[in-house]
């Protein structure tokens, strides 16, 4: 049973004739008259009974019409839903965040989607940089602003927004506070403050450091920022941040890094095959324009 044999019964019913029926519905009479036809076959009953003059449903016409007009209205709000989501009148996007993305603007860019699409619903979960890039693979989050390894993971690809390189932070009163730089060799001995270790600034240091053949002493594994930083400003440990992440003043000094330090980025992630909702493609597009 198909959707155009059942809007040829509903005209043919609602006309009482098949001329006046097959007019409405642009089709040539002998067309419409098959599809009438077809459709009796398959039901296995009459639908009409006709007459020189006019057709009128029998029982099971008048069993089927409002079921067909029930299916036909509902095809037509299935195709409005799709048109309304593809013109973005509505929707959702599920975007993924690392917990600090001040270097970014993330809520100046968050507010630019809204004010061109604001009929989207914007869905944010923040996690670790691991976490997020897992939620986009399995296609629990749609796009993620995290942090991109150097060989893209399989099934993903990603446009970075920003690349830095990660400085010392430490105490102003720390021995280390007065150097012009240092090098990872110079920290062997220093107790660390990081994140936990799907966070993205833990995972560059931790490659930085097993990259050099040096262990390093994580004191205090941390799930909040701001507490790495007051940490770190009260002498409790140092900590290998990039320098968007701190606030302009603060108590912190932060000191070069020699070598070859970590770098840590921002990276809007997408699903390699880039099949996106179209509020996932906008937001996409937006960022992409945006940053190129």
């Known amino acids: 049973m198909e959707l155009r044999q059942l809007e040829l019964f509903v005209a043919t ?43 009128e449903l029998t029982e099971s016409g008048r069993a089927l019409l409002p079921e067909a007009r029930r299916t036909l209205a509902a095809a037509a709000s299935a195709r409005e839903a799709v048109a309304d989501v593809e013109g973005l009148e509505r929707g959702t996007l599920s975007l993924g965040i690392m917990q600090s993305l001040v270097a970014v603007r993330l ?20 996690a670790g ?15 993620a602003l ?4 150097d060989v893209p993971p399989t099934g993903l690809v990603g446009h970075e ?41 833990r995972i560059a240091s931790d490659r930085a ?8 002493h994580v004191a205090f594994e941390i ?36 070598g070859r330090p970590p770098r840590w980025n921002v990276t809007l992630v997408a699903p390699a095959h880039l099949e996106l909702s179209a509020a996932a493609r906008a937001f996409y597009e937006m960022v992409v324009g945006e940053s190129t």
């Open 223 to 258: 799930n909040d920022l701001q507490t790495i930083l007051d940490l770190v400003a009260a002498g409790l440990g140092v900590a290998i941040l990039p320098r968007s992440l701190a606030p302009l003043r603060t108590r912190l000094r932060f000191v070069r890094l020699r």
């Open 209 to 216: 450091f097993a990259a050099a053949g040096i262990e390093r």
């Open 146 to 149: 995290a942090s991109f390894p």
């Open 129 to 143: 940089a691991t976490v997020l890039l897992q939620d986009v693979r399995e296609g629990t989050l749609e796009l």
């Open 107 to 126: 809520p100046a860019m968050l507010a630019r989607f809204h004010s061109l699409h604001p009929a989207i619903d914007l869905r944010l979960r923040q």
């Open 13 to 55: 019913a609602e006309e009482g004739h098949f001329g006046r029926a097959a007019e409405r519905s642009n089709i040539v009479q002998s067309g419409l008259s098959a599809s009438i036809r077809s459709l009796e076959r398959e039901l296995g009953t009459r639908l009409f009974n006709r007459t020189t003059r006019r057709v």
């Open 161 to 201: 927004l920003l690349n830095e390189t990660m400085t010392l932070a430490c105490a102003a009163d720390h021995p280390l506070a007065e150097k012009a730089s240092v090098s990872l060799a110079d920290l062997r001995d220093q107790d660390f403050v990081d994140g936990h270790q799907d966070w993205g600034i």
